[in-house]
Each structure stands twice: as C-alpha cells, then as structure tokens.
C-alpha cells in the first residue's frame, strides 16, 4: 500500500507559531525529511525516522521522499516557515513533474505555515498593511538583473516590499546594490526593518531611515521589510514604535 507525502511548514521559530495541523501531521509521520536545521526541530521518537540532508540538494530529497512514500511509509518533509514560499513544496512538485507516474498518484498533501515576511511584520506593526510584494534576493537560482528589474519596478510601482534570502556570505554584495537601487528610488526616511530571528530566544527588531540603512544590517537570518512612500511610524514612550502603512492609498 502507498504512503503519503506531507509538506510542512514549521513556522519561523516558536514552537507555539507551528500550526496544530502541522503538530498532528509530525506525530502521525515515519519519516521526517528536510535540511538540517529544520529536521533538528523535529523531536525523535521511536517509530520516527530522521533524515537530515544539506541545503542545495532539494530535488534529491524530494526523490528520497516519495521513494519512501511509493513503499508505503508516511513522509513529512518540512520547511522553515510556508512550504510554499521559496521552499520545499515546489521541489516536490518539479520532482513529481519529471519523475515516474507512479508519484503522480501518491497522496500528497501541502500543510501551511507562518512565513517569516508575516512574523515579522507583525512584531515590526502591520508594514504590509497595504499593497506588497516578495523578492527573494538570493541569486542561486535566478539571475541578478531579474532580481535588479523586479527591484526597480517593485519600488517605482509604490510597493512595500519584503525580502527573502537578504545577504548570505557568498554573495555579501547582491544586498549592497539593493540599497543603491532602492535610494535611487525611494524617498531618503522610507522606514526598513530588518526582523532577524523571528520568535526565536535571540530575535531583534530595527528599523532605520533607507539613508541611513547599511549592507551589513543584514543577513540570512534576517528578514528586510521596506515600507512604501506611505508608510508611517507611531513612535511610543517605552515602548517600541509601531510601523504600519495604512490601508487606504490616498
Ligand atoms: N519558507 C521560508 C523561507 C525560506 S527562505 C518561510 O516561509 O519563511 C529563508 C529566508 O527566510 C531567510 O534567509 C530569512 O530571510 C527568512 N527567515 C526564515 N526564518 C526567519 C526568522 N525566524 N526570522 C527572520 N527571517 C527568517
């Protein structure tokens, strides 16, 4: 009898921002797969197979998980945040496409999660109040003057924006010429935030005028919310301020 594939988001961080969906989902798999970290949320237990795989080897691990769910084991395979926003569930989806017809009939199954973009402006107030859009930064699997159009567009059209994947050590720049389109762009206090760690023991939020804002703010635990030229600040005593970009765009 076939198994199932399951594909899990696990949320930013918090183990109370897993969905209860998710939760039951965890306890009623066999196998657990996923990247390192993310499996290493998953507590073992007996009757549980855990099988940690490294970063760039997404299709393989979709492969080895319908593999198991064609000998009738019930895999989960989990990603930080959505599944469906820059994660696993289209590599699922890409690997079914080209691979035997046996995995079109396999039981599968796309569990939601909270994306980090939502948990984050959420601690930042409601950024995304109004009309935005998402860009993954990272260049490993698109080019560079995609992400620069997409940019320069995103921002001429008046979005708030949020960024994925903002700055990784092997590509250090590609966040340096983000600052250089969006001041090309926007105007000099445009509120950026920069929610790294969301929900974990050592999250931090910032924000900063774009003037004043620098490359090294970010990184890959970092999610980087830019308003749009409506968005405002409610600066509190005490009190952290409140971001937020109303709804109306009059
Ligand atoms: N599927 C994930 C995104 C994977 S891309 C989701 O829906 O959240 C990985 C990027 O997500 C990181 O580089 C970072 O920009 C962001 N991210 C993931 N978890 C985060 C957290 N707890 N705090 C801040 N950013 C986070």
């Excluded at 959505?82 to 017809?101: Q, R």
């Excluded at 092997?170 to 929900?199: H, M, W």
Aim: glycine share 6%.
């Amino acid at each position: 009898m076939s198994g199932k594939v399951v594909i899990a988001g696990i949320g930013p961080g918090a183990d109370n921002l897993v969905t209860p969906e998710v939760s039951t989902a965890l306890a009623e798999a066999t196998d657990i797969v996923g990247y390192i970290p993310y499996v290493e949320r998953v507590a073992n237990r007996p009757g549980l197979t855990l099988h940690p795989s490294d970063n760039r080897v997404e299709i393989d691990r979709s492969r080895h998980a319908l593999e198991m769910a064609v000998e009738g084991r019930n895999v989960v395979v989990v990603s930080s945040g959505d599944p469906g926003v820059f994660a696993m569930a289209s590599a699922v989806f890409e690997a079914i496409e080209a691979g035997p017809e046996e995995w079109r009939n396999l039981e599968i199954q796309v569990l939601p999660g909270i994306t980090a973009m939502l948990a984050a402006s959420a601690r930042a107030g409601a950024p995304l109040g109004h009309d935005f859009c998402t860009i993954n930064l990272s260049d490993n699997l698109k080019p560079w003057h995609l992400i620069e159009k997409r940019l320069r567009l995103a921002a001429q059209a008046d979005f708030a924006m949020a960024f994925y994947n903002p700055r990784s050590k092997s590509r250090p720049e590609g966040f340096e010429k983000t600052l250089i389109i969006l001041n090309e762009e926007c105007q000099d206090d445009r509120p950026v935030i920069f929610a790294r760690n969301v929900s974990r023991p050592d999250e931090t939020i910032k924000i900063c005028p774009l003037n004043e804002t620098t490359a090294d703010m970010a990184d890959m635990r970092t999610m980087v919310i830019v308003g749009s030229s409506k968005t405002r600040i409610i600066n509190r005593c005490g009190a952290a301020p409140l971001v937020y970009t109303p709804r109306s765009a009059s």
